[in-house]
């Protein structure tokens, strides 16, 4: 899926691909956090503040039937993303979630 998804983007910012269609750009691409990020070498590089959210996640969560062990695992991941977004932060985060960005940010400046 990753593929596609990284293939559809290089499309969609390739000039000249459809003649006469205007160039959509280079959206940005984000790898979800993979169940063993260890064993794939997955690093976060964004991390997003869930707490105002993360009572409808948990809630979502259990939905997944036949997966109760999970509960509490992705409840741990999300305090430990938090966790690591507060201490890199000068935000009051509890729960959060990471993001692997698959190509670099365009920016004018530098965040303070």
């Given at each position: ?19 006469g269609k205007p160039v959509l750009g280079a959206p940005p691409v ?46 741990r991941v999300a305090l430990q993303r938090g966790a690591q977004a ?15 960005a698959v190509f670099p940010h365009v920016v004018g400046e530098l965040?303070?």
């Amino acid at each position: 899926m990753t593929d596609f998804a990284q293939h559809a983007r290089i499309i969609a910012q390739a000039h000249g691909h459809n003649p006469g269609k205007p160039v959509l750009g280079a959206p940005p691409v984000f790898l979800f956090e993979p169940h063993q990020p260890e064993q794939c070498s997955w690093t976060p590089t964004i991390l997003l503040d869930i707490g105002a959210v993360w009572d409808r996640k948990r809630a979502a969560i259990e939905c997944m039937a036949g997966q109760e062990h999970l509960w509490e695992y992705y409840t741990r991941v999300a305090l430990q993303r938090g966790a690591q977004a507060a201490r890199n932060s000068d935000r009051v985060v509890t729960h959060g979630e990471g993001y692997e960005a698959v190509f670099p940010h365009v920016v004018g400046e530098l965040p303070a």
